[in-house]
């Protein structure tokens, strides 16, 4: 805690010292990804889709046996602090047992606030943008251990990146910590399911342009690099999952934006030409 308050303290020197400010508006007014296509990871490499359907009366057979799993659900959140000086992006994320309750954490609290300076916090959980001249060298000297100061291919944070993509990729990192920490740091011996609250891995539309057609906007080719890096880091730690017989299963509810079932058309309702999105299948059938 006394780091931060150092903080406050050495942003009201800047104030006083009438430090130049270099803040972007530009940064924060749109998302770099405003189209996004949740797909499957098979997609990538095939360009295929799989789709399973399951009756209710499948579903109702198997309950009984479900209730007997360890069900872990994993959620992920983020907050802003947006001041004149700084852009702070405040993240966590939480595997949370049905039966024992918070499993992993990050930030863990209790760490963070007890923590000593031999072995101080276990997780960052903060992404910091310094937007003002003669403050960056004291961010990075003293916040580097809780906060993210670059993006996830050692890029800079800078007032003009996008601060959209910022928060997105904390929160992915702070997924990918939480669930490498579940995978190597647990001993978990009874049957186990994971559900992530979201899809496994979603792919923004410029990405998927960007494999395939080459003609995603070079000005966004920084926020597809750091996404393809945390996808491939997440893709790595779920497959260690499964090794370890923990299914990991998304839950995706925004289905208005994804359009896998107009795409495979398992009902044979939709003009190839054309796609709909989900919702807008589900309500023709």
């Known amino acids: 805690m006394t780091d931060l308050m150092n903080m406050l303290k050495k942003l009201y020197e800047v104030s006083v010292n009438s430090n130049i400010f270099t803040r972007s508006e530009t940064s924060r007014s749109r998302k770099p990804f405003d189209d996004l296509e ?3 990871a098979n997609v990538l490499e095939t360009g295929e889709f799989d789709i399973e359907k399951y009756s209710l009366d499948t579903i109702r057979n198997e309950f009984d046996e479900l209730r007997k799993i360890n069900i872990l659900g994993l959620d992920s959140s983020s907050r ?8 702070i992006g405040v993240g966590s994320a939480f595997i949370i047992s049905r039966t024992k309750g918070a499993l992993v954490k990050c930030p863990d609290f209790y760490d963070f606030i007890l923590s000593s300076k031999k072995n101080r916090y276990p997780c960052r959980f903060l992404s910091i943008v310094p937007e003002v001249e003669g403050i960056r060298d004291f961010i990075e000297e003293n916040f580097a251990e809780i906060a993210y100061l670059k993006n996830p291919n050692n890029i800079p944070y800078d007032q003009f990146y996008n601060k959209y993509a910022i928060l997105d990729e904390l929160r992915t990192r702070l997924e ?7 995978v190597h740091e647990y001993n978990i011996h009874e049957p186990t399911l994971l559900f992530l609250d979201g899809p496994l891995y979603f792919i923004p539309a410029d990405l998927h342009q960007y494999m ?3 003609t995603s906007n070079l ?6 690099n750091a996404w393809i890096t945390l996808m491939n880091e997440k893709t790595r730690i779920i497959k260690q999952a499964y090794e370890r017989n923990i299914p990991v299963i998304g839950i995706v509810k925004r289905i208005y934006r994804s359009t896998l079932l107009s795409k495979t058309d398992p009902f044979k309702i939709c003009d190839k030409k054309s796609y709909i999105n989900d919702e807008a299948y589900l309500s023709i059938v």
């Open 80 to 87: 802003v602090i947006d001041t004149p000086y700084l852009f």
């Open 38 to 40: 949740y797909i499957e």
């Open 176 to 182: 990918n910590n939480v669930l490498k920490q579940l």
């Open 212 to 214: 395939y057609r080459k």
């Open 219 to 224: 000005n966004n080719n920084v926020y597809v």
